[in-house]
């Protein structure tokens, strides 16, 4: 990925929120995901808001680490969706296809050193 494409993608989220074009984005590859028309990694993930108790939606990618699949927050921990996770105690559901209810469990990062 060009230096460039790299600016652009940041200033998407700078400050750490999504702008108007990234939210236009995330609604449309959550819809894909959760059709199921991507490849297997590719999911949306469904949670509580921590603030407003609705449920927002959120376009992931897994990763598979010894037969086992993770989530991984490519903004960090601190970005909006780990946060609900945590909120709603790891309830979530996610969507490819159908929706399957499940709970996410929080692993450190220093287990995959």
């Known amino acids: 990925m060009s230096t460039r494409s790299v ?3 940041r200033a998407r989220y700078a400050g750490g929120r999504a702008n108007a074009t990234a939210r236009r984005y995330t609604r449309s590859w959550a819809a894909v995901f959760a059709a ?4 297997r990694r590719w999911v949306t993930l469904e949670v509580a808001g921590r603030r407003t108790g609705r449920i927002t939606r959120f376009p992931l990618g ?3 680490r010894l037969g086992r699949w993770y989530l991984v927050s ?3 921990g601190r970005c ?4 609900n996770a945590r909120a709603a105690r790891g309830e979530v559901a996610l ?9 996410l469990v929080e692993v450190s990062t220093a287990r995959f050193g």
């Open 7 to 9: 600016r652009r993608l």
């Open 36 to 39: 199921g028309l991507a490849p």
């Open 62 to 64: 897994t990763v598979d």
């Open 74 to 76: 490519m903004l960090g």
């Open 80 to 83: 909006h969706w780990p946060r």
């Open 95 to 103: 969507h490819r296809g159908c929706l399957v209810p499940c709970r």
